[in-house]
């Protein structure tokens, strides 16, 4: 996958992409990914890339020239345009979710805009195919570290980037629900025991016991992801039953 970053901030991005796994996913050949200053495609010499609005009002935009000759020049050097996808960081846009980072995961090539100021100007829109996205309900100074959250969430899906151990497959998400409570040696530590469950060596009923507290640990922190629907009769019993333990405590 070719990744391309335009930024006013390129570094900002030395550092993290040069670390961990996303540095493995370049050494693999797995992923390219590019840094280009959103000034070197400004018209003018003093680099200018933001501007006032149009009927006033406080801050600043970014301009519709320096980013359509950007977007131009990208676009340009990449033949199979369907596999690309023209992203811009916003507060404005559609929440980023793990469903979109599968879904990125699949392009050849990401163009990723980091946006600032007051926005783009919208006319942006009309010449290229934009996705917005937004990381979360709250207002960062600038779209680097969204992009970068963008990048790892997407990185990491590409297959032969993680190892078998790691498998994406079983991410908390993976199945819409929370992870499991996770522990690791020494199963006892200044009295606190890791629970009987997990050193029982028996597979089925962990597997069981896993997905009854991952179940419990999405209606305590996340109630909005669990589709009661899809849950199994047994499984809607342990909530409920859950639920009423919570209740009389
Ligand atoms: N830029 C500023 N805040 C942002 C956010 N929450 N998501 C994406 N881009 C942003």
Redesign the pocket.
Same mark, same amino acid.
């Given at each position: 996958m070719l990744i391309d970053i335009l930024t006013i901030f390129p570094a900002m991005f030395s550092g993290f992409l040069d670390e961990s796994l996303v540095q493995r996913a370049k050494e693999k050949n797995l992923a390219q990914i590019r840094i280009f200053n959103l000034r070197d495609y400004s018209g003018d010499k003093h680099k200018t890339v933001d501007d006032a609005p149009f009927g006033g009002g406080g801050g600043m935009v970014l301009m519709l020239e320096p980013l359509h000759r950007a977007l131009e020049s990208l676009a340009k050097q990449e033949e199979e345009k369907s596999s690309t996808s023209i992203i811009l /960081?916003? =507060?404005q %846009?559609e929440r980023f979710s793990q469903k979109k980072a599968f879904e990125l995961s699949l392009k050849g090539h990401l163009i990723i805009i980091c %946006?600032h100021y007051k926005g783009v100007d919208e006319r942006l829109k009309m010449l290229h195919p934009l996705e917005e996205?937004?990381?979360?309900?709250?207002?960062? /100074? %600038?779209?680097e570290i =969204?992009s970068l959250v963008i990048i790892d969430a997407v990185v990491r899906l590409i297959p032969g980037v993680l190892g078998d151990f790691e498998s994406a497959q079983t991410d908390s998400f993976f199945e819409d629900i929370l992870g499991p409570p996770q522990y690791t040696r020494p199963a006892e530590f200044d009295g606190l025991k890791v629970p009987d469950m997990l050193l029982s060596g028996d597979h089925e009923k962990i597997k069981k016991w896993r997905r009854k507290e991952a179940l419990k640990r999405t209606l305590q922190n996340r109630p909005d992801l669990l589709n009661w629907n899809e849950l199994a009769e047994e499984e809607k019993k342990w909530m409920e039953e859950n639920e009423e333990k919570e209740k009389s405590e």
């Open positions: /960081t916003t =507060p %846009g %946006g996205i937004s990381i979360g309900d709250y207002v960062l /100074t %600038g779209g =969204p």
